[in-house]
């Protein structure tokens, strides 16, 4: 089974995308702050993470530099997914080895089309 | 030096020698023979070292020169062929022929050379010098004639000897004129060369003078002998003159000697003396001489008046330098006076010794008091010390001036900010006399500066807070419009049943909602900081504003009670009900928004003086008090990294500060993080409003 995790402090968002990725498949868990993304995260349960970068405790990119270093050796897939296009916050997940970067509001096909993707790789 | 007086020395024996035979031995050819022979040799003596002279001499100076020792040659021929013709005929020739035909072609030649000596300028015009010429000659024929000179050689052997005689005594008169003229323009390095030529010609005219005098009377005899050999002594002395050691002349500010000008006067000195000693022997007076006294007289009085004249130009003159002086110092003290500046000259112990009327007024100072008193007062006396004493006690000449920006105090005590700069003047040996202060009252300038620089920087926040509330908003948006992109998306191409459909559109409606907040958020407070929002003021219940307002509230809340407590019967207030109600509402959702985990929300009035108050008490997050003075302006929000997701502009608060100062109320803020805020914001009643309108 293909696990999804979606972090989004925004309650809307975040409903919206489980719904979404459940109808097509996937099992979703929700996160709605950074401390509790990073538990779920790390728990080794999600092949996937969907990541607001402005979400509050931890933003986007601190979880993102907390995910790449646990999982070393079999590294988790991470989308960032921010209504915030300014190139610093860019700069800081490439930096952080993000896999795919999507902005709100997102296209619910072209995110379809980056988890299949990703998740076959 | 010491070659001079080895030659004087070398002069003097033979001299002395010669006067001794003549003196002792009178009326012997021998003598008369030692004597030519005395004459030619200090004659020969004078040829030579003047000869010597004008060969290393150039210009003027070798024409004198050499004319001086042309002279002394001619001398020793006549002193020859003199001797000669008494050693051959063992008689003494005739002595007008034998002493005077060679010295008076001797002495022209002298006379010429005289002129040619370089010569001192003196202040001197040309007519003055003629006249100075005229009063020695005329004072000369004077005395010669009052010595009976004319009648001596009217008397004498033959008309020849008598025209001879008279020659002589006139070339004798010339020299002595010239002689004087010289000195009196000569120059000081020349002048003991000069002295010892003139010396030594006066003395042979003199004593030729004298001898033809005696001759003529008939007095031979031991004086006689030693008078006939004048020439002897005259030319020893001139040619010891190339003998003394040159002097460099002093340079081009030679003094101005008072007794050059005087020298004129010493032949009208003696001829006065002359006039007495004619009194005193009852001798009568000739016509030559009392033509010569009446021409010296004329001459004196032409002198005084070209003296008079002279002084007046003079004074004159003096006085239209000065009077061009003072119009420059008036011009100067009225630039001075006028100036846009403080001026001020200060003594090296920082005493004020002038100084300018707008120094006074820009020190709040009388310019009586502010001259005489030292700069202490005024300018902080160390810093002023310290400055005096950076320039250096000798200046090297380049001009050095101290300038700086520095606080004074005016007599008041007022402090202001004055632009000074210092110049030291100094005096001619390169120490400081005194400063030259200028003073220029820069606050102004300074409290302008301050201002823009403070303008500025509240630009540049101003700035910095709108780029983040741009950036802030975008997320915001964006954020809302997942939800309604989203679920549309949803809609449109999943296959659903209807209840699912209407609870997707549902989130659509309530994310479009939010948007919908956002933007009328942004425009009212867009129409407010442009002063474009009108209020629509009525009489209001605002007690029935705030039930309404919580009514609403609670449908979006489940986890927040509402405690309401309403003083009854509140008077009216004036107010816009729609701009209340959003005042209401923005206070309740922040309430709500920012006590995540719920709980009791209060909602008072009460009259409060002439309006009435309302607040709205939470027991959520609180404000931090660094925060609070922001609270209420642009763009501002708090976000606590720690907190739950709070959704808005950021303009609420702003917008709802606005409006109560708009409607003549105050909003204030109490809270304490972890606690919970209590914000309270009061409007004008009905009657107290009116109260103020009518009164305004």
């Given amino acids: 089974m293909k696990r999804i995790l979606v972090a989004d402090d925004d309650p809307a968002s975040a409903e919206l995308l489980a719904y979404f990725l459940e109808s097509k498949g996937f099992e979703v868990g929700t996160a709605l702050d950074g401390n509790r993304a990073l538990e779920m995260g790390t728990s080794g349960n999600f092949q996937l993470v969907i990541l607001d970068v402005h979400m509050p405790m931890y933003d986007g990119v601190e979880i993102l530099q907390f995910l790449r270093k646990r999982h070393m050796l079999h590294p988790i897939k991470v989308i960032a997914l921010t209504g915030d296009l300014s190139q610093e916050v860019h700069d800081a997940l490439a930096d952080g080895g993000i896999d795919s970067f999507l902005t709100k509001p997102v296209d619910l096909g072209l995110l379809h089309d980056e988890v299949s993707r990703l998740m076959v790789a | ?696």
């Fill in chain 2, 1 to 696: 030096m010491r070659r001079f007086w080895i030659a004087a020395a070398g002069v003097a024996i033979p001299t002395a020698f010669v006067t001794t035979v003549s003196a002792l031995n009178s009326e012997s050819t021998r003598v008369d023979v030692t004597r030519d022979a005395g004459q030619a040799i200090s004659a020969l003596a004078a040829f030579a070292t003047c000869g010597w002279l004008a060969w290393r001499s150039t210009g003027r100076g070798r024409w004198a020169w050499g004319l001086i020792a042309l002279s002394g040659l001619v001398a020793v021929v006549v002193e020859l062929a003199e001797a000669t013709y008494t050693l051959s005929t063992k008689t003494v020739p005739s002595l007008l022929v034998a002493s005077d035909y060679g010295i008076a072609g001797a002495l022209p030649l002298a006379i010429a050379g005289l002129l040619f000596l370089p010569r001192a300028r003196r202040f001197a015009t040309g007519r003055r010098t003629a006249l100075d010429v005229a009063m020695i000659a005329l004072s000369l024929i004077y005395i010669g004639s009052a010595l009976s000179l004319p009648e001596l050689f009217a008397r004498s052997a033959s008309p020849a000897d008598a025209w001879i005689g008279l020659g002589s005594l006139a070339v004798d008169f010339v020299l002595l004129t010239v002689v004087s003229w010289t000195l009196r323009h000569s120059q000081d390095g020349l002048r003991p060369r000069l002295l010892l030529v003139l010396g030594g010609l006066s003395v042979i005219a003199v004593a030729d003078c004298a001898a033809v005098v005696i001759a003529a009377t008939g007095q031979l005899g031991g004086v006689h002998e030693i008078l006939g050999s004048g020439s002897m002594y005259g030319f020893a002395l001139v040619a010891l003159a190339p003998l003394w050691p040159q002097r460099e002349p002093a340079g081009a500010d030679e003094d101005m000697p008072l007794w050059p000008d005087l020298i004129p006067y010493i032949g009208v000195g003696a001829v006065a003396l002359t006039a007495i000693v004619i009194s005193i022997r009852h001798q009568p007076m000739t016509g030559y001489a009392a033509a010569a006294a009446g021409g010296l007289g004329a001459i004196l009085l032409g002198s005084h008046l070209i003296s008079r004249s002279e002084a007046r130009d003079l004074l004159l003159q003096s006085k239209r330098v000065q009077a061009r002086l003072q119009e420059r110092e008036a011009m100067l003290n009225s630039v001075v006076d006028h100036a846009p500046q403080g001026v001020a000259s200060i003594s090296v112990e920082r005493r004020i010794t002038t100084a300018n009327p707008r120094l006074a007024s820009m020190l709040y100072a009388p310019l009586q008091v502010l001259i005489g008193s030292v700069t202490d007062p005024f300018l902080p006396e160390d810093y002023v010390s310290r400055v005096f004493r950076s320039f250096a006690a000798n200046g090297d000449g380049t001009a050095e001036t101290y300038e700086s920006d520095c606080q004074a105090r005016r007599a008041d005590g007022s402090q202001f900010w004055v632009h000074w700069s210092a110049t030291p003047i100094r005096r001619t040996d390169g120490s400081i006399d005194y400063f030259m202060a200028t003073f220029e009252d820069v606050t102004a300038k300074r409290e302008s500066e301050e201002l823009s620089a403070a303008n500025l920087a509240q630009l540049e926040k101003l700035n910095r807070l709108k780029s983040e509330f741009v950036s802030m908003v975008s997320h915001e948006f964006r954020t809302a419009l997942v939800g309604i992109q989203g679920f549309s998306e949803l809609i449109r191409d999943q296959e659903m049943e209807k209840s699912e459909m209407k609870t997707l559109a549902g989130e659509i409606f309530d994310d479009s909602q939010r948007l919908s907040r956002m933007i009328t958020d942004m425009l009212d407070f867009d129409r407010l900081e442009a002063g474009k929002l009108k209020l629509d003021l009525r009489q209001l219940d605002i007690n029935d504003l705030v039930r309404e307002a919580v009514e609403h509230a609670s449908v979006s809340t489940r986890q927040h009670t509402f405690e309401v407590e309403l003083q009854p019967g509140l008077p009216q207030v004036l107010g816009d009900q729609d701009r209340l109600t959003q005042v209401l509402t923005n206070l309740l959702s922040n309430a709500i928004k920012y006590s995540p985990r719920g709980g009791e929300i209060r909602i008072c009035t009460r009259l409060n003086g002439g309006c009435a108050e309302v607040c709205v008490i939470d027991h959520g997050n609180g404000i931090p008090p660094e925060f609070i003075s922001r609270l209420f302006g642009r763009y501002e929000r708090y976000e606590d990294k720690h907190a739950g997701k709070i959704i808005g502009t950021g303009l609420g608060l702003a917008i709802t500060r606005q409006i109560v100062e708009m409607h003549g109320g105050r909003i204030t803020v109490d809270s304490v993080v972890g606690k919970g805020s209590e914000f309270r914001f009061t409007v004008p009643l009905a009657t107290t409003a009116a109260a103020i309108t009518r009164s305004a």
